[in-house]
């Protein structure tokens, strides 16, 4: 879902990109590898 804490962590960012999710669990660090 567009509406999920993910989903707004990576809307409009591109592949390379380094973005920080907040979780309930802590921080979750993502890189972005590949769009399909």
């Known amino acids: 879902s567009n509406d999920s804490p993910i ?3 990576l ?3 591109h592949v390379g990109d380094k973005v920080v999710v907040q ?3 802590g ?4 890189t972005i590898t590949e769009v399909k």
């Open 11 to 13: 809307v409009g960012k």
């Open 23 to 25: 979780t309930p669990g």
């Open 27 to 30: 921080d979750m660090h993502v």
């Open 7 to 9: 989903a707004q962590a």
